[in-house]
């Protein structure tokens, strides 16, 4: 084949890969039996993939971590992660923050309890932050084999005392996996922590772009890595290449965008703060947030990029149309649209998200962009400035 004079990755779209003679394929097959992470030589593509391979090698050194592992999705990636924890020893509890992502709380209730008998365990939050000498004696009495959180809480941003809680977890025996899509590794890192594993839903800000959907479970322990291997071919929890070559471009500006999401999210928050129609707003970094304490400790170069605030009104019905007249007002400028961490200011109403949940008719969920920040804050302006207050 000739050589072209490309300094970007080839995309691999090979389904099987060649392997030229018995001896070569002997030699593949029986290496595999190792789950190299970037073999030499390479089988099919449910396997391994050249072009996932790197992409994951660049992701690793992003988080930190000795190696990352590509799936399609962040809840394939946090299938993953879970799996590989999985015995035939029953009963085994695992306990999970309730202040997760709603896709992984269904996931628990339809598959691990539903299907796979799982005996779980919920801690929830108390005055909108975690205590500490709770989740100690949850864990004192329950004895988790897997502690499950997230380093900030969606759509409330509870900031978790993510050190304490692995050293708590590790006293007691327990694995702990991170779910890091909000804080990413820009300002936290939870396997510098001793986390087990560490998740992203890649779709939010490792991609950044909204149009690609990635996961990525991160480790150092490399017996983790061939179980994951192993559980990801199996399963068949496999970016393709094509997605993989998008997201490798995209990582290149990562930390340029991440720095632009998050300086932008603080002035917002201090923008909402201020203006009339809103009558709070979280943000970790604002003093009056619950665990803005815990954030400023834990947290270096910022404190995410996605600001929640609840609009004024006298009663649901009040809020509810100020909330509706926002959006409207806003709409051309700032999008509803279901996700977060695009390059795009979007938004999301959380009531009808939520519902019984968090019945809050006026609060809004804002992702915060890269765009200029007065132009974020102009547009907010306009609409709440459309709300008598």
């Known amino acids: 084949m000739k050589k072209v ?3 970007r990755t080839p995309i691999f779209r090979d389904s099987g890969f060649w392997l030229k003679d018995i001896p070569t394929m002997k030699k593949a097959f029986a290496d595999e039996l190792n789950h190299p992470a970037d073999p030499e030589l390479y089988i099919y593509s449910r396997y391994r993939n050249p072009t996932v391979v790197e992409t994951e ?21 946090i299938d993953i992660a879970l799996s590989i924890f999985q015995t035939n020893v029953q ?37 909108d932050s975690y205590s500490i000498s709770q989740f100690e004696r949850l864990v004192e009495l329950h004895k988790p084999a897997v502690v499950f959180l997230e380093a900030i809480s969606n759509p409330m941003l509870i900031v978790a005392d993510v050190p304490e809680i692995i050293k708590i977890s590790k006293r007691f025996g327990a694995k702990v996996i ?30 950044g772009h909204g149009n690609l959907s990635a996961g ?49 999210a603080k002035l917002v928050a201090e923008f909402l703060s201020a203006h ?33 605030f609840d609009l004024k009104g006298d009663s649901f019905l009040q809020k509810q149309h100020n909330c509706n007249t926002f959006i409207q007002a806003v709409s051309e400028s700032i999008h509803l649209v ?13 009531e009808p998200v939520w519902g019984d949940k968090f019945p809050f008719p006026g609060m809004v969920r804002l ?4 765009e200029p920040a007065d132009k974020i804050i102009d547009a907010l302006r306009i609409a709440l400035d459309k709300i008598n207050c």
Request: net charge negative; proline share 6%; charged share 20%.
């Open 5 to 7: 004079n490309s300094i």
């Open 57 to 77: 090698e660049e992701l690793a050194k992003v988080e930190g971590s000795s190696w990352a592992l590509l799936a399609q999705s962040g809840l394939s990636a």
């Open 91 to 127: 009963p085994v509890k695992w306990l999970f923050f309730s202040e997760i992502y709603g896709g992984t709380n269904t996931f628990i209730d339809k598959v691990l309890i539903a299907r796979r008998g799982f005996d779980i365990i919920r801690f929830s939050p108390t005055s």
């Open 178 to 207: 991170v779910d890091n899509t909000f804080a990413t590794p820009y300002i936290f890192k939870p396997l510098d922590f001793g986390a087990d594993l560490v998740v992203h839903s890649a779709t939010k800000y490792l991609a």
């Open 216 to 264: 990525v479970v991160c480790g150092n322990d490399p017996d983790l890595l061939k179980q994951a291997i192993e559980y990801r071919k199996l399963v068949g929890h496999m970016l393709s290449p094509d997605d993989a070559y998008r997201l490798l471009d995209y990582l290149k500006s990562f930390h340029l965008r991440i720095a632009q999401h998050f300086s932008n």
């Open 276 to 308: 009339c129609a809103v009558e709070k707003v979280l943000y970790p970094s604002l003093p009056d947030h619950p665990t803005s304490s815990i954030a400023k400790r834990i947290f270096s170069n910022g404190y995410g990029g996605i600001v929640t």
């Open 338 to 350: 279901p996700t977060l961490g695009d390059a795009d200011t979007i938004l999301m109403p959380v």
């Open 367 to 370: 992702s915060i962009g890269i």
